[in-house]
């Protein structure tokens, strides 16, 4: 270098571009240009405690990371579209160019990110009406789709290659590349759902489905889209669409749903959960004209529990009761914490005389798996059994609830049978 010019650091420095060394294998970043820090609120040193993993927003775990890896290396310059975490929480809409070089017999990745945050605000000015709705809706939601039936072609806007974890260069504009991720369980479903709509038996296209992201997993996605452009003989010619990723919603779904049909404590049904399953075994002896009993059980004494322990020993004795509760009725049986210190056990295809035989069997199975408490725990248990179209479940829980009172009155730590219906 001729005497006098700066350095190549003090050269990098002055690029409006953020620019980033990488390690390919861990995505740790090894160098940075003063842009690259100063635009995520970082100073020199702690951007060097960074990875792609750890700033792109749209970069999830090694596997993802290794395939666009991969991309990198099989190509001359990868460009990615993503998303920076700034240190102040917000985010920073970057345009990535990638290029990958050894040096030493070393490898690395040198990325240049732009920030497009502004460009992309401004994109959509001078368009005409049509193609700025369809910008103000392609920035709007998670993704966009395009399908030109005569040819085949298929677009799938940035957004929606975003949201799967590739590049906007990537994924083939054909609609095998959709097809091919959609979940096996689902796409029998979601195609005959597009193929009706196509026929004009559905008003639009809409389905809820699982797909297949760069990482292998499975994300859920509410899609919908119609016919927006017929041929002369009235045919499809072209269908346009959306795509919202709605994972989160679905697990927040699944989490409430847990709640309601399993009890926090115990981790058996819960009432609600109890209390379907009993109506929908009680059809199904009725149909069949099978026996089905009932059993409720109560914890002898719970009070004193508490009042000598606290209320943890008390929840660890309803916890265990429960597991030997569950632990010696068949896998067709539903065992339900229907609250307090009460359970409910229900067994379908069983008679008034199996129904106390079970009951026996759980009074002396509670009482050998709480040996040593002190003070004593046992169990005390009212039954009752119906048959057939004699099956009544109000009447049904209101005789074995009448027959654990009379337990209860009879000493407890004992087993009282209910009238059969």
């Known amino acids: 270098m001729a005497t006098g010019l700066p350095s190549a650091e003090t050269l990098f420095d002055q690029l409006a571009d953020a620019v980033y060394l990488i390690d390919p294998d861990t995505s740790d970043i090894v160098w940075a240009n003063r842009c690259a820090?100063?635009?995520?609120?970082?100073?020199?040193?702690?951007?060097?405690?960074?990875?792609?993993?750890?700033?792109?927003?749209?970069?999830?775990?090694?596997?993802?990371?290794?395939?666009?890896?991969?991309?990198?290396?099989?190509?001359?310059?990868?460009?990615?579209?993503?998303?920076?975490?700034?240190?102040?929480?917000?985010?920073?809409?970057?345009?990535?160019?990638t290029t990958h070089f050894e040096l030493d017999g070393r490898a690395y990745f040198l990325s240049v990110a732009r920030d497009i945050t502004n460009r992309v605000a401004h994109e959509g000015s001078g368009q005409s009406r049509e193609k700025q709705l369809w910008f103000a809706l392609n920035e709007a939601i998670d993704g966009l789709w395009d399908w030109e039936v005569d040819t085949g072609h298929l677009f799938f806007s940035p957004q929606l290659k975003r949201m799967l974890g590739y590049g906007p260069d990537e994924m083939a504009p054909r609609l095998d590349t959709w097809a091919g991720n959609v979940h096996a369980d689902d796409s029998g479903r979601v195609m005959a759902v597009l193929r009706e709509h196509m026929e004009g038996r559905r008003a639009r296209y809409e389905a809820e489905y699982r797909l297949r992201n760069r990482n292998g997993h499975y994300i859920g996605v509410h899609d919908r889209g119609r016919v927006c452009e017929y041929a002369p003989d009235g045919q499809p010619r072209r269908l346009v669409g959306m795509v919202q990723d709605i994972t989160e919603r679905k697990a927040l779904e699944l989490r409430l749903q847990n709640l309601a049909a399993f009890d926090t404590l115990t981790g058996l049904s819960s009432r609600l959960e109890g209390s379907t399953f009993l109506a929908s075994q009680a059809d199904l002896c009725q149909r069949l004209s099978l026996p089905m009993g009932l059993a409720f059980l109560d914890i002898d004494h719970f009070k004193a529990v508490?009042?000598?322990?606290?209320?943890?020993?008390?929840?660890?004795?309803?916890?265990?009761?429960?597991?030997?509760?569950?632990?010696?009725?068949?896998?067709s049986d539903r065992v339900c914490r229907w609250g307090g210190e009460e359970f409910l056990v229900i067994a379908p295809d069983t008679t008034l005389a199996q129904m106390t035989d079970l009951a026996e069997k759980l009074r002396l199975t509670v009482g050998a798996a709480m040996a040593g408490q002190d003070p004593a725990v046992t169990i005390s248990l009212g039954v009752a059994a119906a048959e057939g179209s004699a099956i009544d479940v109000t009447a049904l829980i209101a005789r074995a609830d009448a027959a654990l009172y009379r337990a209860k009155q009879a000493g407890r730590n004992r087993v009282e049978v209910g009238a059969e219906l």
Do not use: M, Y
């Not at 960074?50 to 310059?77: E, F, M, N, Y």
């Not at 429960?322 to 068949?330: E, P, S």
């Open 37 to 97: 820090w100063e635009s995520l609120g970082l100073n020199r040193e702690d951007v060097l405690d960074h990875s792609v993993l750890s700033l792109q927003k749209d970069v999830h775990g090694l596997p993802q990371w290794s395939d666009i890896a991969d991309a990198i290396r099989g190509t001359g310059c990868f460009r990615f579209l993503g998303r920076h975490r700034h240190q102040a929480g917000h985010e920073v809409e970057v345009e990535v160019n």
């Open 306 to 331: 508490n009042d000598r322990h606290g209320h943890l020993a008390g929840d660890d004795v309803l916890r265990r009761v429960g597991r030997a509760v569950q632990g010696a009725v068949r896998s």
